[in-house]
């Protein structure tokens, strides 16, 4: 039973070039969420998505940071470009949505991302 | 805002030891409440939750028990073991769907 699958799992790159993570929901979860860990602010929610749409993104840091989800099994975080204050550890987690009730959420292994 | 406060770690115990990791939380109504736990090198795993007051929520013999009185969620273990030895998030969860999280605790266990 797979679960939540992210890719690549370390990342290095310099600054100023673009970083696409990427991101793999459990096979019928309709909701997915970015999630971003540094020691400095702990585990911050970037943006979620319910069936494929983004619902809030009130925590993607700024215009440099973008997400997508073009169908239901995929998902991509891209940072352009790239600054050292990115580097941190970046969650992607998916639940199954049903109407009213909290359902938990299932998160990946996490993409370490160093900027240089 | 909604906010989730933890005692600060890390947090170095001797295995059998008896665990507490306080967590308190602010927000607007009672919103359910939850611990993660982190292994290393993996993502975050659902540990226990409490959806009201003074419910208790347990798994893996852990507990934790709602508090409204205190605004409290503090998570506790009689006999600790080296497996659990992890990084413990509390968290609230904010409308449907968003979890607000702690800053994390880092647990050790010796043998």
């Known amino acids: 039973d797979a679960g939540v699958i992210q890719s690549p799992r370390h990342e290095v790159t310099e600054m100023g070039q673009e970083v696409t993570l990427r991101c793999k929901p459990i096979s019928g979860h309709n909701s997915l969420f970015w999630y971003r860990q540094t020691m400095m602010r702990g585990l911050e929610l970037l943006i979620y998505?319910?069936?494929?749409?983004?619902?809030?993104d009130s925590g993607m840091p700024e215009d440099r940071f973008s997400a997508k989800m073009p169908n239901a099994s995929f998902s991509t975080l891209k940072i352009q470009p790239s600054e050292p204050r990115d580097s941190a550890v970046y969650f992607c987690?998916?639940?199954?949505?049903?109407?009213?009730?909290?359902?938990?959420?299932?998160f990946g292994p996490g993409t370490r991302l160093t900027v240089l | 805002g909604n906010s989730v406060t933890q005692m600060e770690g890390p947090v170095t115990l001797s295995e059998e030891a008896f665990l507490t990791i306080n967590c308190t939380y602010t927000?607007?109504?009672?919103?359910?409440l939850f611990w993660y736990v982190q292994y290393p090198g993996e993502g975050l795993q659902l540990l226990l939750k409490a959806t009201k007051a003074d419910d208790k929520g347990s798994n893996k013999g852990f507990e934790a028990t709602y508090r409204k009185e205190t605004t409290s969620f503090h998570l506790e273990k009689g006999s600790v073991q080296v497996s659990d030895s992890a990084v413990y998030f509390c968290a609230l969860l904010q409308g449907a769907q968003k979890l607000v999280f702690g800053q994390g605790t880092r647990l050790t266990i010796n043998p």
């Open positions: 987690a998916s639940t199954p949505q049903s109407g009213g009730s909290y359902n938990e959420q299932f």
């Open positions: 998505f319910n069936n494929n749409v983004p619902i809030d």
């Open positions: 927000a607007t109504g009672y919103p359910s």
